[in-house]
């Protein structure tokens, strides 16, 4: 719930229990985005305290290194409080420590601000590195390193903003039971329907921002008029259906979502965001060389 009166913002999680990647992505392009009269956030959430309350009443990491369950817990170890905590009402002295080691084998990807082509480079090195240690296929690093590659490209490729864009990604079981790879990417750019705008020859096509997210899917399209580009979205659904994962891909008020396993393809519109912001899951069995698969 956000409190929308005059003046600095107070954003409720109270009610939190669970944040994936996407929601954490949301959330860092959220409050780094805020018009300076809604600043400091007054952000609550179970465990973190509002500005008034005392330190003691904060869950902090055990001496072990070891994180809390829970919101709190899982939002240090992914390292959120380093980015947001300019903004918020608590002294950056007092937010949520991050342990210097973590046995927390399922954060995969911290939260990372892509603001330049070295700092993807980096990130897809660390990626590699951990999915070869978790014993993934070399098929199944090299589709994942496709995937983030392609979408880090595309934030400084399309979405000229000047924050950047923001990645993170984590493993975890859903309700199934299925343990699933979950990459959450996003940016607080020009969005994809202004993006293809560019591109003349599309311009017939970009009626609505969910229409837009349809033609950015289709292969060859892109802003920019020459060949050779606008085949990585494409491709990124391409894999989905490869390793029935799921794909949730959000611009302005446009929403598209897409399920592997039955190769459906759904658009429709939401309530309007910044930017872009894309949810890829795939099922970490297939990609550990269960199933074989190819390019």
Known sequence: MVKSDPGPLELDLSRCEFVDPYGIVALVLFLNHLPPDALPVT??????????????????????????????????????????GSVLAVPTALLPARPMWSEDRNVLIDVTILHSPDAIQVMLRKTG?????????????????????????????????????????QTYVGASGVRYL?????????????????????????????QALGVAVQ???????????????????????????????????????????TDDRQIFERAPLQGTQLRIMLPENRLVGDIKLTR
Do not use: C
């Open 219 to 261: 292969a060859g399209n892109s802003r920019f008029g020459t060949g050779g580009r606008g085949g990585g979205l494409p491709r990124v659904l391409e894999i989905a259906r490869r390793y029935r994962g799921n794909v949730v891909f959000r611009s302005g008020s446009g929403a598209l979502t897409y399920r592997g396993k």
């Open 129 to 169: 590195e951990i999915l070869q240690h978790l014993g993934y296929s070399p098929v199944g690093r090299g589709h994942v390193m496709e995937v983030l590659s392609e979408l880090s490209s595309n934030v400084l490729d399309h979405a000229q903003a000047e924050f950047g864009g923001v990645v993170t990604t």
């Open 43 to 84: 952000l609550r959430l179970p465990g973190f305290p509002a500005a008034a309350e005392p330190v003691s009443a904060r869950r902090l990491p055990t001496r072990d290194g070891t994180m809390e369950k829970g919101a709190l817990g899982y939002l240090t170890r992914m390292g959120f409080w380093e980015e947001v």
């Open 182 to 210: 979950v990459m959450g990417i996003g940016d607080a750019g020009m969005g994809v329907r202004r993006s293809l705008a560019a591109n003349f020859a599309l311009a017939d096509r970009l009626d609505s921002d969910a």
